[in-house]
């Protein structure tokens, strides 16, 4: 099952709940127990394999920097070659501590609540909303996807027990699983996943493209999605892809089911009313706005009769309830911890660093890099204006921006490929004289030459997330010195997630997003922002080549194919600058030796966490 899966954004935007449920949170670094692939569930002929693992190419060693082991990009279907998944560098200096012993299923007790210190607050429970970490949080305990990502970077079912695709792969079918009940009561059947989808159908990024490029009919979501009775339904194509399965997997806005009471009152760009009510091992107990919300265990929940594999597969929620606290200042967070007050805290400071290592009753778990991001308002001057985006580019420090965010450059790493640094998709096409250039003249050129010398840009900076404030201090000087009049609003993350969503109110700001957008060929399907008008950037594709590339792409059948698609996709990233790539860092959780089962090697995002177990 899906109970702590990752936080983003996703990323980016897999949660820490999918791990935590079946043990409890979400980091990594030494080697730890990883669980094996869940196994095809037995079906009729011609059933579909759960996609391949990813083969992972050998990473060049980062300098004095902790990469943990990253999830890898969702598998293509048949046609296509295996993705493969970063293997990321040792973590160097620093020895993480694991927690003393990692019991055993049989060992392994019911019982206790488990309190995390947030990453993040809650402005809404709604993951078709915003992909804000904090929503992911809740998402991922409460609600459940049809396919999630396996321990070794594919995606394997939760939902779903087996599905069959016709001899010309034009039709594919889908069973559910018997005996999954939401938590009023209501059975799931095929009109929840039908109603789910259609409300998802034009935000999550790989499910609008094959709909819109490969879909069935002239455009209506019943010619694509067919329901054959209460646990089958069927996807229609007119011509072949090898997306289907990640079209209703996991990735930017991915699918997660939810009752009429959400897909029925949908509103395009405003979040759903009232709490979740999903499938997942967690209820949805209380929210106290600005301080805490929790969930406790779904006892009649039920999980997928095959193994456990990252965040796919059966898991079980051994604590009878979830907190996740609010601490804004990162010093009391960690004090809350040392004092046991809470049982893991997934952001602090560097300088903290050494203070938490001298502590023995804490673990701390290294979490795969992330990339640290700014994003342009697309639809508003002075960045509806590409000249005005490639300034700033060129103009920005992003050296200065990741040191501050992390508190150590050994923690951070100047990264311009839009995919995995150190894999066989990296890439550095378009970015010679616009990544790191810090070429201020020619910047101040440009933006005379677009007539927008002076112009007035709101920059949000949300003070409670230090990656994105430290990067806004660093945006802040760079826009002063291009001449632009800067609106610094300081404000908290759930008021900037609120903010951002609407396009009037803002110029820019910072985000990241984590690894599974990077690690494939079809990683940028996967990423929201990089898509036409599909997230809060609000991207137009003036020149429709970002839409007409990723056409190519979805037909693309040979890695040679792919890996031209990508460097043509980065020449057109840095030509139209899409958004501003600062580079990738590097963070940890920290959390207490009496939580047990915390899997090292995983994201603060995606955690395959089969117990948590709190003393």
């Not at 109970?3 to 979400?26: C, E, H, N, Q, V």
């Not at 927690?99 to 206790?112: I, K, L, N, R, T």
């Not at 106290?288 to 039920?302: H, I, K, N």
């Not at 990423?527 to 020149?543: G, M, P, R």
Request: charge should be negative; aromatic fraction near 10%; hydrophobic fraction near 40%.
């Amino acid at each position: 099952m899906n109970f702590i899966r990752d936080r983003k954004k996703s990323l980016s935007w897999l949660l820490p709940l999918a791990a935590i449920a079946t043990i409890g949170a979400i980091a990594c670094s030494s080697p730890a127990p990883v669980q094996q692939p869940a196994p095809q569930p037995a079906a009729a002929p011609a059933v579909a394999p759960a996609p391949a693992p990813a083969q992972a190419p050998a990473m060049p060693a980062a300098p004095a920097m902790p990469a943990p082991a990253a999830p890898a990009a969702p598998a293509m279907a048949q046609a296509l070659p295996t993705p493969q998944a970063p293997q990321l560098a040792p973590v160097p200096q620093q020895q993480t501590r694991q927690p003393a012993m990692m019991m055993s299923s049989d060992e392994a007790q019911m019982g206790g609540t488990l309190r995390i210190v947030a990453a993040g607050s809650i402005q809404s429970f709604d993951p078709l909303w915003t992909t804000a970490s904090g929503t992911g949080n809740v998402s991922n305990t409460i609600l459940e996807g049809l396919f999630e990502y396996t321990s070794d970077y594919g995606i394997g079912p939760l939902i779903v027990e087996s599905w069959e695709s016709s001899d010309d792969n034009l039709s594919w079918t889908f069973k559910i699983r018997d005996g999954i009940k939401f938590h009023d009561g209501t059975p799931l059947t095929t009109e929840q996943v039908q109603g789910t989808l259609n409300r998802q159908k034009d935000r999550a990024p790989i499910l609008r493209l094959v709909r819109n490029e490969f879909g069935a009919g002239d455009g209506e979501f019943e010619d694509f999605f067919t329901i054959v009775d209460d646990k089958h339904f069927s996807l229609n194509l007119r011509e072949g892809t090898g997306l289907v399965i990640d079209a209703i997997g996991p990735q930017g806005f991915g699918p997660r089911l939810v009752t009429a009471d959400w897909y029925d009152n949908y509103t395009a760009n405003e979040s759903a009313e009232g709490p979740p009510n999903g499938t997942g091992p967690f209820i949805f107990e209380e929210w106290l706005p600005g301080d805490r919300w929790s969930a406790v265990r779904y006892e009649d929940y039920a999980p997928h009769p095959s193994p456990a594999s990252g965040t796919s597969g059966g898991h079980t929620a051994y604590v009878d309830r979830m907190v996740y606290i609010e601490v804004p200042d990162q010093t009391t967070r960690v004090a809350a911890l040392q004092t046991r007050e809470v049982h893991i805290v997934q952001e602090f400071p560097a300088e903290l660093l050494s203070r938490l290592e001298a502590d023995p009753e804490v673990a701390l778990y290294d979490n795969p890099p992330f990339r640290l991001l700014g994003h342009f308002n697309h639809v508003r001057p002075p960045f509806d204006n590409k000249l005005a985006r490639q300034a700033m580019i060129k103009a920005y420090d992003n050296q200065k921006a990741l040191t501050l965010a992390t508190g150590d450059p050994a923690f951070t790493r100047l990264c311009p490929s839009l995919l995995q640094c150190g894999t066989k998709w990296e890439t550095t096409s378009g970015s010679e004289g616009n990544y790191y250039a810090q070429n201020l003249e020619e910047a101040k050129a440009l933006l005379e030459e677009a007539g927008v010398t002076g112009a007035h840009v709101r920059l949000m900076d949300p003070a409670d997330r230090q990656p994105a404030h430290a990067a806004a201090q660093v945006s802040r000087e760079v826009l002063e010195a291009l001449g632009f009049d800067v609106e610094f609003q300081v404000m908290d993350w759930a008021t900037m997630v609120a903010q951002r969503a609407r396009p009037d109110d803002w110029e820019f700001f910072h985000t990241w997003s984590g690894v599974t957008v990077r690690s494939g060929p079809v990683g940028h399907l996967l990423f929201s922002e990089l898509q036409y008008d599909a997230w809060f950037n609000n991207y137009q594709d003036t020149t429709e080549k970002q839409r007409e590339i990723y056409s190519r792409l979805a037909r693309a059948t040979t890695e040679e194919e792919q890996i031209a698609l990508n460097n043509e996709f980065h020449e057109h990233f840095y030509e139209d600058a899409i958004f501003l790539q600062v580079g990738e860092f590097f963070s940890r959780w920290a959390a207490s030796t009496k939580v047990q089962g915390i899997v090292n090697g995983g994201s603060a995002q995606q955690k395959p966490f089969d117990k948590w177990l709190v003393e």
